[in-house]
């Protein structure tokens, strides 16, 4: 037995639950007289939704593939191999459940190992060997064909990426060593780095040719037959590959400094995946492809055994698991169907929201707001959206018309919701404006209609308290921008009822958005916790710390901005009315900064001016401030925020505003857009000892993100 097949055999035991990837082999005659030929065809036997990953048996599977056929190749018997893979997936990469089971660094040298004793057998085979990139390819699926001599890729091809440094892995079965002696090292920056640190960026088809990974493209429809018949083209010499020649000189340097500095610019240092992955491919300069392998090894059995991949595939849970099946939501079938919407409001938040509306569920929008200009206006930027998809290709002439004559704007609510099924606020935060339209929208809409409410802090309750049928009022809280940020926080009132609360989890999911159930309590979750980290900010630059020791000082959390940044993109009015609302709820931990008030008062838009390109603080925010004579490090203002920010999810927790730790986790991904390296905060947290010292115990049991006892 090879010490390849006993390294497998031994890993596959510490995976019982793996969903095994078969590597059937058939022979076929090549056009134009090329010989036969060998195709290996990757399937776990199950459809599309179910990807194909490479755990150690379907290793094994491949490895035993690879035997056959290398011993035709040195038998004469065929021409050439091919790789590809089952309807709409090539691979998406290693089996990360069985990842998690992982808690000992040998056993995790043992999984790098693994792949790269099968996926190396490709390139010395004695033939050529052809990856045809049929579907989705990520990961290992990536690097497996990078391993063949030639690959080709579908037209159709939705998402192709080495996603590892996104989830706290370097790409570990040859991509950081292969891909930059393929496509040059400033092309590989781009695809490891800077891709995956933009919210895990894929490519399509065309651009994974465009890059050079691929050496031809073809259709969707016929792909296999194309990429056969290019196939037999190359064996008979009649179609010559050519590649750009890798710059090996000073470019490799320059483009290894780039991914420093993008790393640099999205995680500070704070996550060391990028890192790692920046100094193999900096090795990989001398092409020597066995020491980048063992490299490669290292580096992914030293990551493994760490917090912050454990983090990265917790947070990929959330996302793709517990997103799909929201704690506390009820049964699916107490919901009322929506044949048509309405939106009182029609600025810019609203205008979103008839957006979505329209585009997800396809029926009538009707806007209404006090005025006919401000309607028209909410009309024309939902018809001017509308416009820009057509632009853009992402919609046809037939849709676009039939979108636009779906929405429309009336000034009387009576004649715009009476036939309305679910009718949403979304008009300025003041809790008497909310019930007055609310009260108006009860007295037109029909009995049945949800009456949902985008508030991003008020009571749910106290809004729906004067109500004839409190019980079908509903929070609906989503994030600006409201097409991209994916979460929607679905509150619960004292009176919601199971059908009310089921029609807004079924109106979320044809939304496409990711619903957390959250107690109606002040501010919610994702408002209430960046209100208290950025409180505590304010607090100590109000005692007397600068601005900048004050900001640099979270930035080992690798947030998306700096604190006052954010403030800026919020607008400091709107920071400052949710501080007044939780000050109100919470005095003792909640503050109101007498500097935001004056910031405000003079009118300003954020803290920073940008003249010279980057943030500098603005002198005449600077001539407002008033401050003490405290002043703390980076380090010492690290811990207090952190602290405080521990103390209140602890508090959260304790009031059951959600199920678990997990759903301020959700939250603050989808929400805030905080890094899946941190897996949102909570692992974090209990990684830096932080929720110990605060709460006496840590917030997630050993091995839910992190390394199993």
């Known amino acids: 037995m090879s010490s390849t097949t006993e390294l497998l055999k031994g890993a596959a035991e510490l995976f019982p639950g793996e969903v095994v990837t078969q590597a059937h082999v058939r022979h076929l005659d090549l056009p134009s007289g090329a010989g036969r030929f060998a195709l290996i065809t990757l399937d776990n036997g199950l459809d599309h939704t179910k990807p194909t990953t490479f755990g150690p048996q379907s290793l094994a599977n491949l490895n035993a593939a690879?035997?056959?056929?290398?011993?035709?190749?040195?038998?004469?018997?065929?021409?050439?191999?091919?790789?590809?893979?089952?309807?709409?997936?090539?691979?998406?990469?290693?089996?990360?459940?069985?990842?998690?089971?992982?808690?000992?660094?040998?056993?995790?040298?043992?999984?790098?190992?693994?792949?790269?004793?099968?996926?190396?057998?490709?390139?010395?085979?004695?033939?050529?060997?052809?990856?045809?990139?049929?579907?989705?390819?990520?990961?290992?699926?990536?690097?497996?064909?990078?391993?063949?001599?030639?690959?080709?890729?579908?037209?159709?091809?939705p998402?192709?990426?080495l996603p590892e440094v996104f989830l706290g892995l370097v790409p570990g079965w040859g991509g950081c060593a292969l891909l930059p002696n393929l496509i040059g090292a400033d092309r590989a920056v781009s695809v490891i780095i800077e891709n995956s640190l933009n919210q895990n960026r894929q490519l399509k088809g065309k651009q994974v040719f465009e890059l050079g990974i691929a050496d031809a493209i073809f259709e969707g429809a016929d792909f296999l037959e194309q990429s056969?018949?290019?196939?037999?083209?190359?064996?008979?010499?009649?179609?010559?590959?050519?590649?750009?020649?890798?710059?090996?000189?000073?470019?490799?340097?320059?483009?290894?400094?780039?991914?420093?500095?993008?790393?640099?610019?999205?995680?500070?240092?704070?996550?060391?995946?990028?890192?790692?992955?920046?100094?193999?491919i900096a090795a990989a300069k001398d092409g020597d492809l066995s020491a980048g392998f063992d490299a490669e090894d290292q580096a992914l059995a030293d990551l493994i055994m760490g917090g912050e991949l454990r983090s990265g595939i917790y947070a990929f849970n959330l996302v793709q698991k517990r997103a799909k099946r929201p704690a506390g939501a009820p049964d699916k079938n107490l919901a009322r169907p929506v044949t048509k919407v309405g939106v009182v409001g029609a600025g810019l938040m609203a205008s979103q929201l008839a957006l979505l509306f329209l585009r997800r569920l396809e029926v009538p929008v009707v806007l209404t707001d006090i005025d006919q200009e401000r309607v028209d206006k909410g009309v024309g930027y939902v018809h001017a959206e509308i416009e820009k998809l057509l632009g853009k290709g992402r919609i046809n002439q037939d849709k676009a018309n039939r979108l636009k004559g779906l929405v429309s704007g009336v000034l009387d609510k009576a004649e715009g919701f009476a036939d309305a099924d679910f009718i949403i606020e979304a008009v300025f935060e003041e809790i008497g404006v909310k019930q007055q339209?609310?009260?108006?929208?009860?007295?037109?809409?029909?009995?049945?209609?949800?009456?949902?409410?985008?508030?991003?802090?008020?009571?749910v309750t106290e809004m729906a308290s004067k109500l004839k049928n409190p019980e079908r009022v509903v929070g609906f809280h989503f994030f600006n921008p409201v097409a991209i940020l994916p979460l929607l926080e679905i509150v619960r009132g004292e009176q919601t009822d199971d059908a009310s609360l089921a029609t807004a989890f079924g109106v979320a999911r044809k939304l496409k958005k990711t619903a957390v159930l959250v107690k109606d309590a002040p501010a919610f979750v994702v408002n209430r916790i960046l209100t208290r980290f950025m409180g505590e900010i304010q607090n100590v630059i109000d005692e007397g710390t600068?601005?900048?020791?004050?900001?640099?000082?979270?930035?080992?959390?690798?947030?998306?901005?700096?604190?006052?940044?954010?403030?800026?993109?919020?607008?400091?009015?709107?920071?400052?009315?949710?501080?007044?609302?939780?000050?109100?709820?919470?005095?003792?931990?909640?503050?109101?900064?007498?500097?935001?008030?004056?910031?405000?008062?003079?009118?300003?838009?954020?803290?920073?001016?940008?003249?010279?390109?980057?943030?500098?603080?603005?002198?005449?925010?600077?001539?407002?401030?008033?401050?003490?004579?405290?002043?703390?490090?980076e380090e010492q203002t690290r811990d207090r925020v952190l602290d405080a920010v521990a103390q209140e999810i602890g508090l959260m927790l304790e009031e059951g505003v959600v199920a678990e730790a997990q759903d301020i986790d959700l939250c603050l991904i989808t929400g805030a857009g905080w890094p899946f390296h941190l897996g949102g905060i909570t692992p974090y947290l209990d990684r830096e000892g932080v929720s110990q010292r605060v709460n006496g115990k840590p917030f997630l049991a050993q091995g839910v993100a992190s390394v199993p006892a």
């Open 437 to 459: 339209v609310f009260a108006e929208v009860e007295a037109v809409a029909p009995a049945h209609a949800i009456l949902a409410t985008n508030t991003s802090s008020l009571s």
């Open 66 to 157: 690879i035997d056959q056929v290398e011993k035709e190749a040195a038998e004469g018997t065929i021409t050439g191999i091919g790789l590809t893979g089952k309807p709409f997936i090539f691979a998406v990469g290693a089996d990360l459940k069985g990842v998690e089971l992982l808690s000992r660094h040998e056993d995790a040298l043992a999984i790098g190992k693994g792949g790269h004793d099968v996926f190396r057998r490709l390139s010395g085979l004695a033939v050529p060997t052809f990856a045809y990139y049929n579907g989705a390819a990520m990961g290992g699926g990536v690097e497996v064909g990078l391993h063949c001599t030639y690959r080709t890729v579908s037209k159709a091809l």
């Open 159 to 161: 998402a192709f990426s």
């Open 546 to 633: 600068s601005v900048e020791v004050a900001e640099k000082a979270v930035e080992p959390l690798g947030l998306p901005m700096s604190p006052l940044v954010l403030l800026e993109l919020v607008g400091p009015a709107i920071g400052l009315h949710v501080s007044e609302t939780l000050n109100r709820s919470f005095p003792e931990r909640f503050t109101v900064s007498q500097n935001l008030a004056a910031v405000v008062k003079a009118g300003k838009r954020g803290f920073y001016v940008y003249d010279s390109g980057a943030p500098v603080l603005d002198p005449e925010v600077a001539a407002l401030l008033k401050q003490g004579d405290t002043v703390l490090t």
């Open 228 to 280: 056969l018949v290019w196939t037999a083209n190359v064996l008979k010499g009649t179609v010559a590959v050519e590649r750009a020649e890798v710059d090996r000189g000073d470019a490799w340097d320059a483009a290894v400094a780039r991914g420093r500095a993008i790393a640099d610019s999205k995680v500070h240092g704070a996550a060391p995946a990028a890192y790692r992955a920046l100094d193999i």
